[in-house]
């Protein structure tokens, strides 16, 4: 199937051999205990997605009543002019019509939100409260030096939120709380069931010219650095970090993705050429490390995950790769069903 389930034994499989160990122990009642078999934890969901294309509402005439929002609404409220209430659709449909785009980003940020909790709920996957209120202090903290640096002083803390948010010292802070919870979430879900396949670690670099990448890997075969010369030769945002990308597996939605996963520790790549959007690019590549599938309950690595997560954030690439793995596996499964009848 794909790249999560590798080595997970099927329900049948596992039922065998759980059987088989207890036989084992039964025969071997007086004798030093046995390590009891490991957990085979299921393999993650692909919950179906349905796209429902957003249509503006239609035009009917062009007098001033375009500018007003659909009287017949009635969810929450969030504003009121004179007697006219505003509310949370009229937002997205004004939003729809002024920025298409930005108001299906807030659709597909809902998809991957949902994606994020069916996983969290498929695995156990819990927060700390003392945790989350820990890293929502913080930045308290960070705002408050701001504010520290800005005004000496010589602006209170709810008016100075006031300002920049527009709303309560209380209510900002509700939000920084739900908001890091929520990153809290995507950050467990996204490197747990990262951690849960065999991964790669790689540096890479991408050039439009052939021949600056293969003057690249002859000096890399002498001895110099890969990520002093991604630095100085890819053209690709990564190469501030030396080319390097998060620990991926199958599936990870990257040009240099497949070659990565061919390549052993310490290996380096051919030159290999790779089209994008009508744009044909050259791409180097060398292997760190490879990472083993680890198949543990979440509670056993959590610890590990947010040591790693507050070393190093979640990075955007993860996000998308999540997004586009898990939303592809969904409307794959939803393609899947036979018609109605069948």
Known sequence: MDAFV??????????AAAAASLALCAGC???????????????PVAVPVT??????????????EILLPDAAATDAEVARVGDLVLRQSHAFARLLSADPKLALSAVDLLVFDVLVAQHARQFGIALAPERVREL?????????????????????????VWRIFGMPLETWRHTVELRTAQRLYQGYVIRYLAMREDRVVVRFMVNKDRAVLDEARA????????????MRLSEDPQKRDGGLLPPFGKGFPHPVADIA????????????????????RFYLVYCLQRLAGRDVPFA?????????????PLTPIETNAYTLRWRTAAEAKTDDKPPAGR
């Open 300 to 312: 056993e690595v959590a610890a590990e995950i947010d040591r790693d997560l507050a070393q190093k």
């Open 219 to 230: 000096k890399v075969q002498q001895g110099a650095d890969f990520g002093t010369l991604a």
């Open 261 to 280: 996963l061919q390549l052993r520790p310490e290996q380096l790549s051919d030159v290999f050429a790779r089209t994008t959007a009508g744009t044909e």
């Open 136 to 160: 929502a202090d913080q930045e308290e903290t960070q705002l408050r030096t701001q504010l520290q640096t800005e005004f000496n002083g010589q602006v209170s803390m709810p008016d100075y």
């Open 51 to 64: 796209a429902i294309p957003q249509q503006p509402r239609p035009l009917v005439g062009y007098g001033p």
């Open 6 to 15: 590798q080595g997970i034994l099927n329900p049948r499989r596992r039922r």
């Open 29 to 43: 009642a007086g004798s030093a205990r046995s390590a009891p078999p490991p957990v085979h934890l299921p393999e």
